[in-house]
């Protein structure tokens, strides 16, 4: 059986995210269909055995139990809040991207990690992990169309473009939610990554070190934490990596002078969507409404927010929230819909009220789970994620230096 690796496929762009969460709206939105019956199915991994393509929700129920008796505590699985409830449902641990990281990093236990999240995710796991440890990612199409938007190979161009420009004393800075490669960039380079839970302390790191930030790939949760640290917007650059090699990412050479922060011209598809105005109904119709949004939106939205975190710092917040307390969340639907679930004594719903999963997240149905635990029960490991020994060893310095940032 020939197994695709990531970079076999197409980056995920932002028309495929939207066209993707576009195809899960038509009809039951969050539900579980048989895979065959999932719209998106076309864009997915296919070399999943025929076998798996019409089973029911329920149906893959039995297969992943049976699947994880077999295997017991070789294999422990991990899930992103994002993740749909037929998936978190088998998450020995779910956590935010900076949770499930320092998971990998202090379990040696488990012989199989199973990640159910998206790639960069994945990644991190098998760069922190020790060797022994194998990583897998149900569905190897599972990306993240914001980590595609910092292709490394730009990032390294805009480097170059800087030192030549003699704009010096730069500390790189990527975001979790980005190739290995370029987390790697960073740890060559002095710099680190950070997540949206530690970020504000990131730049602490970063501006004890160099003059400036350049940070990949989301602009703004960089913007959004440099607000936070006290900088200026006019000393905040955005760098265009679209533009031609010599054009500065579209800004003067004095704009780049006079900037702490280079923000990369990346974002979220999915947070994006938020708005000022949705705040605004939800604060009309919901009096005593408490707004919580995640930092990947848009500046605007998160200062009108009362608050704004990591998809477990949003979790705890509403889970320890007192009874009857409403709550306005910016965050992906498959997260909001969990809370608003599980704390039946508060109101708790979404912004946007057209629902938008993250589809990437979205692709790790539990078909593909079944078969990657069928294949391990079976002696098999398919869609192991590795990251070769160069890469991994500079972007584990840039992860080991984020998880020492408390
Ligand atoms: P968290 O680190 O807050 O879990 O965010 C990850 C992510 O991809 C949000 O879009
Ligand atoms: Fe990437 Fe946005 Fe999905 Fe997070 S929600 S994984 S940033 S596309």
């Not at 927010?305 to 009857?324: L, R, V």
């Amino acid at each position: 059986m020939v197994t695709k690796t990531r970079e076999d496929l197409p980056p995920v762009t932002e028309e495929t995210v939207l066209n993707e969460a576009n195809a899960c709206l038509t009809d039951r939105p969050l539900d579980t269909k048989p895979l065959a019956e999932e719209r998106a199915f076309a864009f997915w991994q296919k070399d999943v055995p025929e076998g798996y393509w019409r089973l029911d929700g329920p149906a893959l129920k039995v297969r992943i139990a049976e699947a994880r008796a077999k295997l017991g505590t070789r294999c422990v699985v991990l899930g992103h809040h994002y993740q749909r409830e037929d998936i978190i449902q088998f998450a020995d641990y779910k956590g935010d991207s900076f949770n499930l990281a320092r998971w990998a990093a202090e379990r040696p236990e488990a012989e199989f990690i199973v990640f159910c999240g998206v790639h960069f995710m994945a990644e991190s796991a098998a760069i922190l992990s020790q060797p022994h440890q194998k990583v897998v990612l149900p569905n190897m199409s599972a990306g993240c169309s914001m980590a595609d938007m910092a292709d490394p190979e730009d990032a390294y161009a805009c480097w170059d473009e800087l030192q030549e420009a003699g704009i010096r004393k730069v500390v790189p800075v990527t975001y979790m939610n980005s190739a290995a490669a370029l987390k790697a960039f960073c740890g060559r380079n002095g710099g680190i990554v950070c997540t949206s839970s530690n970020a504000p302390k990131v730049y602490d790191w970063a501006f004890e070190r160099g003059g400036k930030v350049l940070f990949f790939p989301d602009q703004h949760l960089g913007r959004n934490t440099g607000v936070k640290k006290g900088i200026g917007l006019d000393e905040m650059a955005v760098w265009d990596y679209t533009l031609p090699y010599g054009s500065l990412g579209g800004n003067t050479l004095e704009q780049l002078e006079r900037a702490k922060v280079i923000l990369w011209k990346g974002h979220c598809s999915v947070h994006s969507r938020f708005s000022v105005s949705q705040i605004e109904k939800a604060r009309r119709e919901h009096p005593g409404v408490q707004v919580i949004v995640h930092p990947e939106c848009l500046m605007e939205v998160v200062q009108a927010a009362d608050m704004d975190g990591s998809t477990e710092f949003i979790s705890k917040t509403i889970t320890n929230a007192p009874p009857g307390s409403i709550w306005a969340v910016g965050t992906e639907i498959n997260l909001v819909s969990r809370l608003a679930r599980e704390n039946p004594d508060k109101t708790v719903f979404c912004l946007d009220p057209v629902v938008c999963p993250c589809a990437t997240m979205f692709r790790i149905h539990p078909a593909y789970l079944a078969w990657a635990l069928d294949e391990l029960a079976a002696g098999r490991i398919v869609n192991r994620v590795v990251v070769d020994a160069e890469t991994a060893r500079y972007a584990r310095i840039a992860l080991e230096r984020m998880l020492a940032v408390r």
